[in-house]
């Protein structure tokens, strides 16, 4: 991970380190974090020759991180308010494994005052800047205080303390539309809204306010003018306690979906080094007006005339600090803990030289056609290379299942190259060849985004995947991919039925005596319905028809998880992974797609769920009647409580319904088939389902 | 290794002259096919309309996709009702072969609802009879794809009915045998039909389509005068729900046909089966598509049978066993995908010497339990003061024992002449061979037209100068031309074959396939544990 280059200008720093009186030796550190940045924390970790301790949620019991430290403690349930989010625990945890340090990676506590000053009084080394550093930025309207007193520029805007609607809705009105409200101690795009026009202000108030509560345990917000086709551009600072503060550069992350940063690249494609002087010396005084020691990140918006204006400042690593490592040299995480040890670092403004170019995609377990809902389940397929100019900071395995409790980020690629274009194609490449399987990810979507002209040229701005989703449709599924797939299942279900009997000779194969068989298939490919047909043409040729267009198939290089499919003169590189009978996965270079065999997954039980006639399954007594009228079920949810042969059965809910009439009554015999119970359709699980 | 050494020119004009003959012979076998594909076929729209799946597609959905399918008795029925060539639809109304289920080898059958909706008639139960016979010889599962208006009153005939229950006999029998059978209710079954689902082990039945009722609601209004609704009487839903003779509802004929294949998967049937079929071996040195040149379409005119092996065994690679006694007789060891067979072929009528070497060739491959491949195009045994005297007789019942009572396999085709007792030595239908299959150029029967004629002809010849008359030789004449007519119209392979008198006319080109398979069928038979029982299987 950590290249030759990076390890010589580690060695330079190290030989310029003064170690001063300031210096708190600690040798062993707890990553209070999970995912993919535990995991590249302990790798710094252990790099160094300390002692890494994780903790995990039970939710995580499978996670990388928990095997990849040399201690995991676990701190709770799933849900991080009382696992990752709990200073109680990871305080516990931390005396529990006798770690001297704890590295509260990002979001979580990274950004948490209370818990910096709580390690403080539990003796144990924060890595990361000061509590006061902390609240000074965490709260957005004290931190563009702050700036405006550094003689940094910050985005019109309010940050007042009055929070009522009607003097909301008045600086709106005076900063002018559209406008963006934004959680004062937010981050990472929750709490967030975009108004486009006053009318909307109240609603998007009331959902900022409960979106801002949730997720950050306060409920103020501030105005911000929104800046339409600007740059997000940010510069990262390292301090250490002396004081000496340099920056390390910019990075661009423009490309947002949700006001959440999905690519990531350094340097700024269209930064001039004067504009990226004076944005690094703005970005370098903020930090000196906060006393900051450590590394941080100073958010710009930059306006296309060239103007920059102060967002916010993170204190701590961002996710996406691996594109500056790959253009300096430098490992951040080494920087915090040598920092935190109270190391001077010696690191000199002019003697840091960008290298290249760096971008970074977050490969994200979302669905992007469906506005990117997050997507969980079981990961059975997970397979990324990594290689000399391109890094993965992964946090899944396979067999790893994904629960609703975390974010989305399952890795991040990230590749150098010597111009951004060799950036850029590595990390295409890099992609092309990722395969994961098991539930939805943006993998085709960020190759979508990366191929995208706009984005080659280097002229995304912070509109670009919103125009980008209004241009294209997403993971709509064609012909020739309903093809492929009808083709290459023909040739897995005859290899299984090769593999289920004695064998049959090859010059057997696809041989009829009578009537060419033609094989028919009932595929639904990402809630698209197809019924293609294949006959084939030989060995490794097919041809499907698919709504009457025949489409030639060549399926070569067959095996258990990949081929080659050949359409027309296209010769397209597939990966598969049939989970069970039923449902296939594939993957080609720029396309995931889910195939739902139908026809094979239906059962006669879905008779009584389609008349929603709920009858008595054996004769007996009913005791008692849970439900009445009116009320709504879920699935599994005992609707009355029979007693037959002196057991006591609970007659279920069949599906999520409305009850619509009882049939029966406590005390009554009823014999097999006695209606008992009529259930109608939920309406708003209807709804649900027709989205 | 003994590679044959061919003489065939394949750039030869007689080479040409037969291999067009050849192909044409095959395309007409296609086309007098293709009548009940294409019959079938107009009545797609009203399956469409039903949401139901034609009978092929119905065949198409239950099959292990690229695995391969053995057509049996395509051509029944042809020239039977309709004895005009032009338009006579082979078939008999359904359609049925081996083929694989979840990788299992099934015998299936589909009844052709689209050909008089499935009516049965004297050459139905014929073919669906010897299908089962198969069955239960070759130890394969038996799938029925049942949808059929049962038998058409109007062409009552008493014989069909009383063999009819030749039928369900077979039924029981399988399930004795502990074979399973499967019925799919994808319409009627009604009447006798309705035993069909009654005496299978599994039955699969559409909801909203399948119906069995012992007398459907005309009948039933006929005989009690009770009015009675055909899904109460004997629908899908009622048998899953009320009746019990239903096992497994489906929605539509697609996942019945799912469920089947589930059956047949769940069953696990090849965990029985302790044979893996060689998976090593050559195709033959010389081309199998060169058959289509290599037999003259008159069976009058000799080839060597040696050529025809030499493009069907393993590597082109055989030995002759004793190649210089009774040498028109032709007696071959050789491997056939893998599977060592003894092989025996004509080059002529059989002699006493080839009829004792034939009878000791059978024992030896007994003995050595390897399958023999019976080739025929053999105008007979030998006639003539000379081989009566030789012992033809005597020779030949014992060439006709041999091929009677070995104890392995036995594959016979008809691949030119396969006339008299010949056809006994030589395996024919009366002697059980596991499979029999005809080239579309072959002809059989007990001897030829013209030398029937002739016989006749002499005897009239002898009668009149016993009686002293005058022959009318224009009387003569004519009396020849019917007999030519008598015996030549009843010899094509295409007229036998509609008769059930094998098991399928095939494209020479396919020899080798249609052996491969019928062999590893034949492997698979041996090698299958059967776990019988004494009453089958009974819906209880």
């Known amino acids: 991970m950590i290249s030759s280059r990076m390890r010589s200008v580690l060695r330079d720093c190290k030989r310029a380190t003064l170690i001063t009186d300031m210096t708190r030796k600690f040798d062993s550190v707890l990553v209070a974090n999970r995912g993919e940045i535990a995991c590249r924390i302990i790798r710094s970790v252990r790099a160094m020759g300390m002692r890494s301790i994780a903790v995990y949620s039970e939710a995580d019991a499978g996670a990388p991180h928990v095997t990849l430290a040399d201690r995991s403690v676990c701190i709770g349930a799933g849900p991080p308010s009382e696992s990752y989010l709990s200073i109680a625990r990871v305080l516990e945890s931390a005396r529990h494994s006798s770690a ?32 006061h550093a902390i609240s000074a930025m965490g709260n957005k309207a004290e931190a563009k205080r702050l700036m405006r007193d550094a003689d940094v520029a910050c985005v019109p805007g309010y940050d007042g303390a009055d929070q009522s609607d ?44 409960s979106e801002a509560i949730n997720a950050f345990g306060s409920n103020e917000l501030i105005l911000e003018k929104a800046i339409r086709g600007a740059r997000h551009v940010e510069i990262q600072i390292v301090a250490d306690n002396a004081g000496h503060t340099v920056h390390l550069g910019e990075r661009d992350c423009s490309v947002q979906r949700r006001h959440q940063k999905l690519i990531e690249e350094a340097p700024c494609p269209v930064l001039t080094t004067d504009l990226r002087e004076q944005m690094g010396a703005a970005a370098v005084r903020a930090a000196r007006a906060i006393g900051y020691s450590g590394v941080g990140t100073v958010e710009f918006l930059l306006d296309q005339d060239g103007s920059f204006y102060f967002l916010e400042m993170n204190t701590r690593l ?21 920092v935190a040890r109270g190391e001077a670092l010696g690191l000199k403004q002019r003697e840091i030289a960008l290298d290249g170019h760096a971008i970074e995609a977050r490969l994200c377990t979302e669905d992007p056609s469906r506005d990117f809902m997050p997507a969980t389940g079981t990961i059975t397929r997970w397979h990324i290379d990594e290689s000399d100019n391109v890094r993965i900071d992964s946090g899944i395995r396979e067999g790893q299942t994904i629960t609703p409790f975390y974010d989305a980020l399952a890795a991040k690629v990230i590749a150098h190259g010597e111009t951004r274009d060799a950036a850029r194609r590595r990390l295409v490449r890099a992609l092309r060849d990722t395969t994961i399987f098991g539930l939805r990810s943006n993998r085709a979507f960020l190759i979508q985004c990366l191929e995208n002209p706009h984005f080659a040229s280097g002229k995304a701005t912070t509109a670009f995947v919103d125009d980008l989703l209004r241009e294209t449709r997403l993971d709509t599924p064609s012909q020739p991919l309903a093809a492929i797939a009808a083709a290459l299942l023909f040739r897995l279900d005859f290899e299984l039925a090769c593999a289920r009997g004695p064998g049959v000779a090859t010059n057997l194969r696809n041989w009829s005596s009578g009537i060419p068989l033609t094989s028919h298939y009932s595929l639904e490919i990402d809630a698209v319905k197809y019924s293609p047909t294949v006959s084939p043409l030989g060995p490794d040729r097919s041809l499907v028809v698919v709504d009457g267009n025949p489409i030639e198939i060549g399926i070569e290089s067959l095996d258990t998880e990949s081929a080659v499919a050949y359409v027309a003169d296209l010769r397209i590189r597939l990966r598969f992974q049939q989970s069970d009978q039923h449902e296939l996965w594939l993957a080609l270079p720029d396309h995931d797609c889910r195939i739902v065999r139908l026809h094979q997954n239906r059962s006669d039980s879905d008779d009584a769920i389609a008349s929603g006639l709920v009858r008595a399954p054996m004769h007996g007594v009913v005791q008692e009647v849970v439900v009445a009228a009116g009320d709504t079920v879920a699935p599994g949810q005992p609707l009355l409580v029979l007693e037959a042969m002196k057991m006591q059965q609970q007659i279920l809910a069949p599906v999520a319904a409305i009850v619509m009439e009882i049939h029966t009554r406590p005390g009554q015999q009823v014999v097999s088939g006695d209606l008992l119970i009529t259930l109608g359709e939920n309406a708003a699980e209807g709804g649900e389902e027709t989205r | 290794m003994t590679i044959f050494n061919s003489r065939l020119d394949t750039n030869s004009d007689a080479f040409a002259t037969n291999r067009a003959d050849m192909i044409a012979l095959v395309d007409q076998l296609h086309s007098i096919k293709g009548r009940a594909d294409a019959l079938s076929d107009k009545r797609r729209a009203r399956f469409e309309e039903r949401g139901q799946l034609t009978p092929r597609e119905r065949l198409a959905h239950l099959l292990d996709p690229g695995m391969p399918f053995l ?12 004895r005009d060539p032009a338009t006579s639809v082979p078939g008999a109304s359904c359609i049925t072969g081996i083929g694989f289920v979840s990788g299992v080898r099934c015998m299936i059958l589909v009844d052709d609802s689209g050909i008089n909706a499935g009516a049965a008639t004297q050459m139905t139960l014929e073919k669906v009879v010897a299908a089962m016979d198969i069955a239960l010889n070759m130890k394969l599962p038996f799938l029925h794809l049942v949808e059929s208006a049962g038998a058409n009153l109007i062409d009552y005939r008493v014989e069909t009915w009383a063999h009819g229950g030749g039928l369900f006999y077979r039924l029981a029998r399988l399930s004795a045998a502990g074979i399973p059978t499967l019925t799919v209710l994808h319409g009627p079954s009604t009447a006798g039909g309705a035993y069909m689902p009654g005496m299978s082990d599994y039955v699969v039945a559409v909801k909203g389509r399948g119906r069995a009722a012992l007398a459907g609601a005309a009948l039933l209004h006929a005989a009690t005068g009770e009015v009675a609704d055909e899904e109460e009487l004997g629908g899908a839903a009622m048998h899953a729900s009320v009746s019990g003779l239903v096992e497994y509802l489906a929605d539509d004929d697609a996942h019945a046909l799912h469920l089947a294949r589930e059956i047949m998967h769940r069953l696990q049937w090849n965990a029985r089966c302790r044979t893996r079929h060689p998976q090593e071996f050559a195709e033959p040195v010389y081309s199998p598509d060169e058959l289509a040149g290599l037999v003259p379409a008159d069976h009058s005119q000799p080839y060597d049978v040696g050529e025809l092996i030499a493009r069907v065994v393993d590597g082109s690679d055989f030995e002759t066993f004793k190649p ?12 056939l995908r893998g599977y060592s067979c003894g092989i025996i072929g004509n080059n002529g009528p059989i002699d006493p ?30 006639v003539g003061t000379q081989y009566e005297q030789a012992g033809m007789i005597k020779h030949g019942s014992k060439m006709i024992q041999a091929a009677s009572n070995v104890r392995v396999p036995r594959i016979t085709l008809y691949v030119g002449a396969s006339f008299g007792a010949g056809n006994y030595g030589m395996c024919g239908l009366g002697y059980r061979p596991d499979f029999l299959f005809t080239w579309p150029n072959a002809k059989t029967g007990v001897m030829g037209g013209k030398q029937a004629a002739a016989t006749m002809s002499h005897v009239a010849r002898v009668a009149a100068k016993r009686r002293g008359i005058e022959i009318d030789e224009a009387r003569l004449h004519a009396q020849e031309q019917r007999v030519i007519d008598l015996f030549d119209s009843q010899s094509g392979a295409f007229y036998t074959s509609g ?15 249609v052996l491969s398979f019928t062999l590893e069928c034949c492997a698979e038979a041996r090698q299958r544990d059967l776990k019988p029982n004494a009453f089958g299987i009974a819906r209880l």
């Open chain 1, 318 to 338: 961002q996710v996406e600090h691996p594109v500056t490592e790959m253009v300096t040299g430098l490992d951040l995480v080494e920087l915090q803990i040598r």
């Open chain 2, 324 to 335: 210089r006694y009774g040498a028109a007789t032709v007696c071959a060891t050789a491997a």
């Open chain 1, 100 to 131: 001297d340090a704890i590295h509260p990676g990002y979001g979580f506590l990274a950004e948490n005052a209370a818990f910096a000053t709580a390690c403080e009084d539990a003796d144990i080394v924060f890595i990361g800047p000061s509590p």
């Open chain 2, 353 to 382: 010497n080839g009829a004792t070497k034939a009878a000791q060739f059978l024992q030896l491959c007994d003995q050595a339990d390897h399958p023999v491949i019976f080739l025929n195009n053999t105008t007979g045994y030998m």
């Open chain 1, 166 to 209: 009607a003097i909301m809705a008045a600086r709106a009105a005076e900063i002018g539309f559209p406008i963006m409200i934004k959680a004062a101690a937010g981050g990472g795009g929750r709490g967030m809204r975009l108004v486009e026009q006053s009318d909307e202000m109240s609603g998007a108030l009331r959902i900022a306010r």
């Open chain 2, 499 to 513: 008769r059930i008198l094998d098991q399928g006319v095939i494209d020479p080109r396919d020899t080798r396939k």
């Open chain 2, 71 to 82: 057509e049996l008795f395509g051509l029944a029925g042809f020239l039977v009702e309709d």
